[in-house]
C-alpha cells in the first residue's frame, strides 16, 4: 500500500471546538438583550470605497464577541489590519431563536462597521438552531450542528440574504459540511447537495446577483465535493470555497498551493471551473488538536501567515483568508489577537497581526506573476531514454516508455501509463536502477509533468546513505501542458511515508529510489498517461520567491516577496539604480544596485523588495 503524505485529512478538530466553544460563550449576554434590541428594518449605511485587497480575516465578532455595546472596538481592529474581507457567522440561534422571532441588531451593527470601513463580508449561514432541525433531543432555541430542515433553512437564508441586500457580497451555505462534528449525526454529502441547492435558490430569489458559496471544505479528500457534483449541485453555488490547513506541517513542507488550491482546480476542471477562494487557513500558537505538541511560535506563525498566503495567491486562490482574529481567555490557538483575560479584550496583538497588515499594504492590490528561482539546481535525470528505470511494480502495469510525442526539453520524455480498476488503494511504482548520487546538499527535488487531468498523486522515493527509504508527494497530476511539481526533502518525515523506515529524515548521499504514481481518491478507477520530464534536484537553502505586480505585466515594477528556510544570501537581478527592501514588520530599507545587481540577506522571515526587473533575469 502506497503511504500517503501526511495531511492526511485531519478535520481541524480545534478550529471546530473554537467555533463551538465560541457560540456557548456568546450566548449568555445574548438572552438578556434579545428583547430589547430588536430592530425592524436595517440602518442606512454609507459605505467607504471598497478595498481591493483579496486578503481577509474571520473575524467572527458578531457571533463572539461577549459585549453589545463595544462591537466597534474589535471592528474597528479589524479595519487597521487593511483587509479587503471579513467572514462573519449569521448564526441562526441568535438571530431567529424561536420561529419569525428575529433579532438583527448584531449583525446590523457589525455588517455596518464593515461596510463603512470598505471591507467586504462573506457571512456564513450555520449552524442550525434546535427547533430548525428534525432531532427530537435538541433543545429549541439553542445551537445545533445536526443537519437542519431543508426547507426551513432555505426560509432563514432568503430572510438574511433580503435584509442585507447590497450589504453581504456573498453567502456560504454552511461551514464544513464534511465534518462529522459540524454536520451531525455524520457527514451526508446528498443531503448537504439538497440542503445547498435549496438555500441557494432561495437567496437567488431575494438578491440573484449576490455570489453564493458552498460551505468552505477541507479539501485533501475530493469525494465529498464529487458526490456534491453528481447530485447536480455544482452550478448551485458561484464560488469554490475550501479551508487549506497543513499545520502543524510549515506551508512549503505542507505544499499548501497544491493542497489547497491546484487540486480542487484540478476537480473543478471535471465538473466547470469556478473561482476558488480559501476562505480559512492558519497556524495555531499553542497546544491544539491539530497541533497537539503546540510546535508554533508567535513568530513562526507570522511567518507562515505571510509566506502561506504568498503561496495561495500564487496558485490561483482569489480571495485569502485568515483564521482567526482572536484566541480565547486562557487559550493560544490561530489568532492575531492573545486570549487575555476575557474575550472582550483585543489590545494584546501577536506578531502575526503586524505581519497580516504590511502583507494587504505591499501587495494587496497586485496580482501573481509567478515564482522566481533563486536556488543553484541542476538536471538529474533527462528521460532522453529511460534505460535507468525498472519494469513496474505490479508487474501487470505497462513499462515506462522513451517519446518523442511530447517533449519539454532535449530530445526525448518518458511517457508512464497507469490502469486503475479496483475500488481500493493502487498504485504504479517505477524502480529507478542507475548509480548516480543526487548532491549531498539537495534540499528540493521537481519534476516536469505533463498531465492528463486525472487529479492522480505523483510520488518520489529516495533512499540515504543508511538505507532509509522516504516517500515524497510531488504533487498532484494536472491538465495537459507542461507543469513544474515539487517538494521540499528537508526535515522529518512522518511515519505514513517512511517506506524503509530510520530517523524519518534523509542524510548522507542519496540515490532515486522509484517514482510512483498513486490513485488519488483511494478507489478512483480509470486509465491514462502521463509525460515526465527533467528530473531536477536544487541545492542549499531552500530559498522562495514569489512576484507581484498591478496587472499582468512587470514593466512598471514589481514586488517580490522572498524568503528562505535558512539564512543565505541571493543575488536580485534589476533594471532599478535602486530597490526598497520592506521587512515583514513594516520596516524598509533603500538598497543600491551595483551593475544591475542586489545583494539580499534572507531568512523564515519574509521580506518585499519592491523594484524594475531585469527583462529575462531572475529576481
Excluded at 437564508?157 to 433580503?162: E, G, L
Excluded at 536556488?375 to 535507468?388: E, K, R
Aim: with cysteine.
Amino acid at each position: 500500500m502506497v503511504r500517503k503524505r501526511g495531511l492526511a485529512r485531519h478535520t481541524a478538530l480545534v478550529i471546530i471546538l473554537g467555533f463551538m466553544s465560541g457560540l456557548v460563550s456568546c450566548r449568555t449576554p445574548l438572552n438578556s438583550v434579545r428583547v430589547t434590541r430588536l430592530t425592524p428594518t436595517p440602518p442606512q449605511v454609507t459605505p467607504a470605497a471598497a478595498r481591493a485587497s483579496p486578503f481577509g480575516i474571520n473575524s467572527h465578532i458578531a457571533s463572539r464577541h461577549p459585549d453589545f455595546a463595544t462591537l466597534a472596538e474589535p471592528a474597528g481592529l479589524v479595519g487597521n489590519l487593511d483587509v479587503g474581507w471579513v467572514r462573519e457567522d449569521v448564526q441562526w440561534s441568535r438571530v431567529e431563536p424561536s420561529p419569525g422571532n428575529f433579532d438583527w441588531s448584531w449583525h446590523d451593527t457589525v455588517f455596518a462597521a464593515h461596510r463603512q470601513r470598505g471591507i467586504h463580508i462573506i457571512g456564513v449561514i450555520g449552524p442550525a438552531v434546535g427547533w430548525g432541525t428534525p432531532e427530537l433531543n435538541d433543545r429549541p432555541h439553542d445551537v445545533s450542528f445536526f443537519a437542519p430542515d431543508p426547507e426551513r433553512y432555505a426560509a432563514f437564508a432568503a430572510a438574511v440574504a433580503s435584509r442585507y441586500k447590497g450589504v453581504v457580497d456573498a453567502w456560504e451555505i454552511w461551514n464544513e459540511p464534511e465534518n462529522g462534528v459540524l454536520w451531525q449525526p455524520a457527514p451526508d454529502p446528498i443531503r448537504y447537495a439538497h440542503l445547498l441547492k435549496q438555500a441557494s435558490a432561495a437567496i437567488k430569489a431575494v438578491d440573484p446577483q449576490v455570489l453564493v458559496l458552498n460551505g468552505g471544505v477541507v479539501p485533501y479528500d475530493p469525494t465529498f465535493l464529487d458526490t456534491i457534483a453528481a447530485q447536480d449541485a455544482w452550478d448551485a453555488f458561484d464560488v469554490l470555497s475550501v479551508h487549506a490547513y497543513v499545520d502543524p506541517w510549515t506551508p512549503e513542507t505542507g505544499q499548501i498551493g497544491v493542497v489547497g488550491v491546484r487540486q480542487v482546480a484540478q476537480l473543478a476542471a471535471k465538473y466547470g471551473r469556478k473561482p476558488i477562494w480559501v476562505t480559512e487557513f492558519g497556524w495555531s500558537t499553542g497546544s491544539c488538536e491539530r497541533d497537539p505538541k503546540g510546535l508554533t511560535d508567535e513568530e513562526e506563525q507570522a511567518n507562515f501567515l505571510v509566506r502561506a498566503a504568498a503561496l495561495l495567491r500564487s496558485a490561483g486562490a482569489e480571495r485569502v483568508l485568515w483564521y482567526n482574529l482572536k484566541d480565547h481567555p486562557g487559550q493560544a490557538c490561530y489568532g492575531l489577537v492573545r486570549g487575555g483575560e476575557s474575550d472582550a479584550l483585543y489590545d494584546s496583538l501577536k506578531p502575526s497581526a503586524a505581519a497580516f497588515r504590511v502583507l494587504s499594504s505591499q501587495i494587496a492590490n497586485r496580482e501573481p506573476l509567478g515564482s522566481q528561482d533563486f536556488m543553484p539546481h541542476v538536471i538529474a535525470a533527462t528521460f532522453d531514454d529511460v534505460g535507468d528505470w525498472g519494469p513496474p511494480f505490479p508487474a501487470t502495469a505497462e513499462p515506462m516508455q522513451s517519446t518523442t510525442a511530447q517533449v519539454y526539453r532535449g530530445t526525448g520524455a518518458a511517457r508512464i501509463a497507469y490502469r486503475f480498476g479496483q475500488p481500493d488503494n493502487e498504485y504504479v511504482a517505477f524502480p529507478y536502477h542507475g548509480a548516480r548520487f543526487l548532491p549531498t546538499d539537495t534540499s528540493r527535488i521537481g519534476l516536469w509533468v505533463y498531465g492528463d487531468g486525472s487529479g492522480h498523486i505523483l510520488h518520489l522515493r529516495l533512499r540515504d546513505a543508511a538505507g532509509e527509504v522516504l516517500q515524497y508527494r510531488l504533487g498532484f497530476i494536472g491538465a495537459t501542458g507542461w507543469h513544474f511539481l515539487s517538494t521540499s526533502i528537508t526535515g522529518a518525515v512522518e511515519e505514513g511515508n517512511r517506506i524503509v523506515p530510520g530517523n524519518g529524515q534523509l542524510d548522507g548521499t542519496l540515490q532515486i529510489r522509484e517514482l510512483v504514481i498513486d490513485d488519488h481518491p483511494d478507489g478512483a478507477t480509470g486509465t491514462g498517461a502521463i509525460y515526465v520530464d527533467e528530473l531536477t534536484v536544487f541545492q542549499g537553502p531552500e530559498v522562495y520567491a514569489e512576484r507581484f505586480a498591478v496587472g499582468s505585466s512587470a514593466t512598471e515594477g514589481v514586488v517580490d516577496l522572498i524568503w528562505a528556510l535558512a539564512p543565505t544570501t541571493i543575488t536580485l537581478s534589476t533594471a532599478a539604480a535602486n530597490v526598497t527592501m520592506t521587512s515583514r514588520d513594516g520596516s524598509a530599507t533603500s538598497l543600491e544596485a551595483d551593475d544591475g545587481q542586489v545583494m539580499i540577506a534572507v531568512g523564515p522571515a519574509p521580506v518585499y523588495v519592491r523594484h524594475v526587473p531585469t527583462p529575462g533575469g531572475h529576481g
